[in-house]
């Protein structure tokens, strides 16, 4: 009797409550206008803070669905997400945040680059350094340092990751004589960040004058061709323009599919005598001006590297221009009679037009951002706004991204079971990730990063591909279960024994040693990974694990592993177990497939 007069003083209560509240859907998650929950006790967790009250049961806290969303979606957008960003997407939505990060202006990194070296330069010389030791201008380390300076506080997430996905395209590197014009590749580096919204055309334009661009796939001082000499035309970048960075090998539909002959063979975009005649095409490109120096004063064709202007745009010189018909890909002829810049606006505006550049270009960005392995329908979708933004323009990039980053097959949640879903994360992208959403702390609030020791175990840093075929080419298929579904998984290419036991060796640094990051300057210390407010959650590895589970992986870290980690932070119980076990935690989940595996 006892119990049913409880019962009716609860109803009693409770159907006002619902009779007032102005929902006619559900009741839940967030819809509690009005209503009241009670219980006989609310379960206060020990020093995270968080407690179990009765109205949470119907207001909507602790259903994580919104945030795993922003997470998984910055983990395709961002180069990392710390939990604030996440929780300000989550509450913004993924459309608003995609606007506003259009919004924001683009950085200059050659500017940081320059305000680095004198910075690092003045840094030398308070600790001893002569100055006969001190560069005349920046190195590969000074664009390191600015890059990691700026990229550990930065807003523009987006425009980050879309111009480190061009990269991986338009592929210039460190390895080679560039490691010591680290302005040069700055400037570079500023086209595809300051045109990761814009236009293709412009950025296919802009990388054809780049002084960098021009000494890496040498048409810096190509000449036109003298046959008692025996000299011809460089044909490296006619080749890289058009199988890089235009149209590719073969002819694609617009799904990104290649097209077959009569014979079922595949059809070739180009032949070695367009290569040949491509080649005239870049000619007559040398240095744009000079640095100061003790031999010249005006800049002229053949001048090298060592004093030309390395981030200045390389000009034309029409004597060194080869004149005459160009015949090109498809049947078409640049006339005769041109200036060198007017054969070159042809040709680029020829190979832009070119039906293979929206599929070609598109299917990688999806690559890089999203997932290894798109369904020719999500190309030919991406590709179709390539080709026409709406407003009948050809090549903005900001529809593009727009198509890739909503579209259902990036978006939805059935397609994250899908066997054929996901990416391998790429290294760098792990590093980026993890330095961003951690706590970290340097004695002089330097965030300089000269990433040789990550590029030692992985195989991967910023600009530092092997050749300019990047890291990985986008169609490799590790032999095994991928490569007999007929898939590719590009990142594998750079996966290996070497490089994974490189990788965990280099997360056991950032954790348990808490050694995040640090430069080669002389008595600067090391940038520390911080746990400090870390340790409250991990006093229970399970709070702990939900915290990183939405920082993390997304909402995808299984029982399996969730359990793998559980159990072993339960067995740390010293003195210092909190921090120790925050250090485990991190480690074995970065290291593990829920992590390294993006779905």
Same mark, same amino acid.
């Given at each position: 009797?006892?119990?049913?007069? &409880?019962?009716?003083?609860?109803?009693?209560?409770?159907?006002?409550?619902?009779?007032?509240?102005?929902?006619?859907?559900?009741i839940g998650a967030g819809h509690n206008r009005d209503i009241k929950v009670f219980s006989s006790s609310d379960k206060h967790e020990k020093e995270t803070g968080y407690t179990a009250k009765a109205e949470n049961t119907i207001n909507g806290k602790?259903?994580?669905?919104?945030?795993?969303?922003? *997470?998984?979606?910055?983990s395709q957008a961002s180069i990392g997400a710390d939990y604030k960003t996440i929780e300000e997407t989550a509450k913004i939505g993924i459309n608003q945040w995609l606007e506003n990060q259009f919004s924001i202006p683009p950085e200059n990194y050659?500017?940081?680059?320059?305000?680095?070296?004198?910075?690092?330069?003045?840094?030398?010389?308070?600790?001893?350094?002569?100055?006969? +030791?001190?560069?005349?201008?920046?190195?590969?380390?000074?664009?390191?340092?600015?890059?990691?300076?700026?990229?550990?506080?930065?807003?523009?997430?987006?425009?980050?990751?879309?111009?480190?996905?061009?990269?991986?395209?338009?592929?210039?590197?460190?390895?080679?004589?560039?490691?010591?014009?680290?302005?040069?590749?700055? *400037?570079?580096?500023?086209?595809? *960040?300051?045109?990761?919204?814009?236009?293709?055309?412009?950025?296919?334009?802009?990388?054809?004058?780049?002084?960098?661009?021009?000494?890496?796939?040498?048409?810096?001082?190509?000449?036109?061709? &003298?046959?008692?000499?025996?000299?011809?035309?460089?044909?490296?970048?006619?080749?890289?323009?058009?199988?890089?960075?235009?149209?590719?090998?073969?002819?694609?539909?617009?799904?990104?599919?290649?097209?077959? +002959?009569?014979? #079922?063979?595949?059809?070739?975009?180009?032949?070695?005598?367009?290569?040949?005649?491509?080649?005239?095409?870049?000619?007559?490109?040398?240095?744009?001006?000079?640095?100061?120096?003790?031999?010249?004063?005006?800049?002229?064709?053949?001048?090298?590297?060592? &004093?030309?202007?390395?981030?200045?745009?390389?000009?034309?010189?029409?004597?060194?221009?080869?004149?005459?018909?160009k015949h090109l890909i498809d049947g078409f002829t640049i006339p005769a009679g041109q200036t060198g810049d007017e054969d070159i606006e042809m040709a680029i505006d020829h190979l832009f037009n070119h039906p293979n550049v929206g599929p070609f270009?598109?299917?990688?960005?999806?690559?890089?951002?999203?997932?290894?392995?798109?369904?020719?329908?999500?190309?030919?979708?991406?590709?179709?706004?390539?080709?026409?933004?709406?407003?009948?323009?050809?090549?903005?990039?900001?529809?593009?991204?727009?198509?890739?980053?909503?579209? +259902? /097959?990036?978006?939805?949640? /059935?397609?994250?079971?899908?066997?054929?879903?996901?990416?391998?994360?790429?290294?760098?992208?792990?590093?980026?990730?993890?330095?961003?959403?951690?706590?970290?702390?340097?004695?002089?609030?330097?965030?300089?990063?000269?990433?040789?020791?990550?590029?030692?175990?992985? #195989?991967?840093?910023?600009?530092?591909?092997?050749?300019?075929?990047?890291?990985?080419?986008?169609?490799?298929?590790?032999? #095994?279960?991928?490569? /007999?579904?007929?898939?590719?998984?590009?990142?594998?290419?750079?996966?290996?024994?070497?490089?994974?036991?490189?990788?965990?060796?280099?997360?056991?640094?950032?954790?348990?040693? /808490?050694?995040?990051?640090?430069?080669?300057?002389?008595?600067?210390?090391?940038?520390?990974?911080?746990?400090?407010?870390?340790?409250?959650?991990?006093?229970?590895?399970?709070?702990?694990?939900?915290?990183?589970?939405?920082?993390?992986?997304?909402?995808?870290?299984?029982?399996?592993?969730?359990?793998?980690?559980?159990?072993?932070?339960?067995?740390?119980?010293?003195? *210092?177990?909190?921090?120790?076990?925050?250090?485990?935690?991190?480690?074995?989940?970065?290291?593990?497939?829920?992590?390294?595996?993006?779905?």
């Amino acid at each position: 009797m006892k119990r049913f007069l &409880i019962l009716i003083l609860f109803f009693i209560h409770l159907t006002p409550s619902i009779q007032a509240q102005k929902y006619n859907d559900y009741i839940g998650a967030g819809h509690n206008r009005d209503i009241k929950v009670f219980s006989s006790s609310d379960k206060h967790e020990k020093e995270t803070g968080y407690t179990a009250k009765a109205e949470n049961t119907i207001n909507g806290k602790g259903l994580d669905a919104k945030l795993m969303e922003a *997470s998984r979606f910055l983990s395709q957008a961002s180069i990392g997400a710390d939990y604030k960003t996440i929780e300000e997407t989550a509450k913004i939505g993924i459309n608003q945040w995609l606007e506003n990060q259009f919004s924001i202006p683009p950085e200059n990194y050659l500017q940081n680059v320059l305000d680095i070296f004198e910075i690092t330069n003045q840094w030398e010389l308070d600790h001893g350094a002569d100055s006969t +030791d001190i560069p005349e201008w920046p190195y590969w380390s000074h664009f390191m340092y600015a890059w990691w300076e700026y990229n550990m506080f930065n807003d523009d997430l987006l425009r980050q990751r879309v111009a480190l996905a061009l990269s991986e395209i338009l592929v210039v590197s460190f390895n080679s004589d560039l490691a010591g014009f680290g302005h040069s590749v700055a *400037s570079y580096y500023d086209i595809l *960040s300051q045109n990761a919204f814009g236009n293709y055309k412009d950025i296919l334009m802009k990388v054809t004058y780049h002084p960098a661009m021009g000494f890496y796939l040498s048409h810096f001082n190509n000449p036109k061709t &003298i046959e008692e000499d025996n000299i011809h035309p460089d044909e490296n970048y006619a080749r890289e323009v058009m199988q890089l960075f235009s149209i590719g090998l073969y002819q694609l539909n617009n799904d990104g599919t290649r097209k077959v +002959d009569a014979n #079922g063979e595949f059809i070739p975009t180009y032949t070695n005598s367009d290569i040949k005649e491509m080649a005239k095409i870049f000619t007559g490109l040398g240095p744009g001006a000079l640095i100061p120096n003790e031999w010249v004063d005006q800049p002229d064709f053949g001048y090298g590297i060592w &004093i030309t202007d390395m981030t200045v745009p390389m000009k034309m010189y029409e004597e060194w221009h080869e004149p005459g018909e160009k015949h090109l890909i498809d049947g078409f002829t640049i006339p005769a009679g041109q200036t060198g810049d007017e054969d070159i606006e042809m040709a680029i505006d020829h190979l832009f037009n070119h039906p293979n550049v929206g599929p070609f270009v598109c299917k990688q960005l999806i690559q890089r951002l999203v997932k290894s392995n798109p369904t020719p329908e999500y190309v030919d979708r991406v590709a179709s706004v390539f080709n026409d933004n709406g407003s009948s323009v050809r090549g903005d990039l900001k529809s593009v991204i727009k198509a890739i980053l909503l579209d +259902d /097959e990036a978006r939805t949640c /059935e397609w994250i079971n899908d066997e054929t879903n996901g990416k391998l994360k790429e290294p760098f992208l792990r590093y980026t990730h993890f330095a961003r959403a951690v706590d970290k702390d340097q004695a002089y609030g330097h965030y300089w990063n000269i990433s040789y020791g990550f590029y030692e175990n992985t #195989g991967q840093v910023i600009l530092n591909s092997p050749s300019v075929f990047n890291f990985y080419l986008p169609y490799f298929q590790p032999n #095994g279960p991928i490569a /007999e579904k007929g898939l590719v998984a590009p990142e594998f290419q750079i996966h290996n024994s070497q490089t994974s036991i490189g990788y965990m060796n280099s997360v056991f640094e950032w954790t348990r040693y /808490e050694y995040l990051m640090s430069d080669w300057l002389t008595d600067d210390p090391a940038v520390s990974t911080d746990f400090y407010n870390y340790e409250p959650m991990a006093r229970n590895p399970e709070v702990f694990l939900n915290y990183l589970d939405i920082v993390y992986t997304h909402g995808m870290l299984t029982d399996r592993t969730r359990n793998i980690i559980k159990e072993s932070c339960n067995q740390l119980i010293n003195s *210092s177990f909190k921090r120790t076990r925050a250090q485990l935690a991190l480690y074995l989940l970065m290291i593990s497939p829920d992590y390294t595996i993006s779905k």
